[in-house]
């Protein structure tokens, strides 16, 4: 999506997700939700760990739909195809171990959705402190894949390209499915972002996040003394969204075998044997 802002978003004052964030618009029923769901639909979960304070949790999927399902479910008037992701369910723990918060995602997740889940994605949080021997993500993806679910992998930390894109996402739901291009007409997005109901403290917690005035691009942070419930529910939020919806960086190998399919035979010979030596070397 290319990113084009209307009104002062550099403001420093306020919250920052101020001209984005439009209640009316992202805020969808639960009826609505069920109807947006589709079999094909993509579900993820992310989760933002905590011990000593909250451990959240969020269920995605996204749906690629139609004008006119569009128009029938939401009431917006888009021209072609658009894809919908919503967060559709909210868990949010305190004072548990890992593989008792593991258990309580399991139990909120219909056994007929849990093989639909195809990443969980962990915080960063979860990768700092080891839990009774073993680290959060071991002892999470234990329980999850005893029944049936996916295990955890880690989640894209990055904060900045994190909060843009959930920003950017709130620009093009507010708009309905559209954007001020730079010429100032009205252009199509490709994504929108909309929050169940059942997520009352994730639609309670984004307009409460504010600038950091030392860096305006990013939202400032919570005192690690204090528990902060609007910045777990925003992390974990910005994990799950930026984990699954942002362009993945090319692998190594993936660059490699991009370079070799396009060199010429004697060039290939020539990578052949130099990856060779240096897997010798690294082995």
Known sequence: ?????????DSIEGSYFDNVFDLATVRISRDQVFKLQKD???HWISQDWGRSHYTVNYWFFKTTLGPSEVNKILGWNIKHNINVIVTYRESILNNLESNEIAQRIVDNTPINERKKIKAFYLGQDAYKIVDSKNTIELKQSEVMRK???VGATRADWERVAGWTLMAQLLKATKGKGFIRN????LSQVNDVWLISSECPQLLQSIPNLTRDKKNLEDVSKTDKTKTDIDMDTADACRYGLKSMLAAKKKTAEQAYNEVFQAASPQQQTLMSFRKFKEDQVNT
């Open 1 to 9: 999506l290319p990113i084009y802002w209307d009104g002062s978003w």
């Open 40 to 42: 094909w639909s993509s």
């Open 147 to 149: 029944n049936g679910m």
């Open 182 to 185: 730079a010429g100032n007409d």
